[in-house]
Nanobody, 121 residues
């Protein structure tokens, strides 16, 4: 059973930093892409950043150089370093993984349970 376990959310003042982590485990043969999405109250879930197995990254325009995504292939873990946080970054952040399971030949998509990030003074 594949699981994505997130950590690192919390309350931070504007201009502060947080680092999110997401570890994938359970019956994984290889991971194609891992990423972070967020959903603020009353809004749709949106992509924040993603990273492929070979290290290619993709960022949403609103990140504007403030966030950095990185991955550890050996640990099946992805990180999101968030700097210069703004109140509008407040949302539930969800980890996402697109992967091959140990059995089967097609890709599967999984989501973490979400971690709350609140930026407020």
């Amino acid at each position: 059973q594949v699981q994505l376990v997130e950590s690192g959310g919390g309350l931070v003042q504007p201009g502060g930093s947080l680092r999110l982590s997401c570890a994938a485990s359970g019956g994984i043969r290889s991971i194609n892409t891992m990423g972070w999405y967020r959903q603020a109250p009353g809004k749709q879930r949106e992509l924040v950043a993603s990273i492929t197995r070979d290290g290619s990254t993709n960022y949403a325009d609103f990140v504007q150089g403030r966030f950095t995504i990185s991955g550890d292939n050996l640990k099946n873990t992805v990180y999101l370093q968030m700097n210069s946080l703004k109140p509008e970054d407040t949302a539930v952040y969800y980890c996402n993984a697109v992967l091959y399971r140990t059995q089967g030949l097609r890709l599967y998509e999984y989501w973490g349970q979400g971690t709350q990030v609140t930026v407020s003074s």
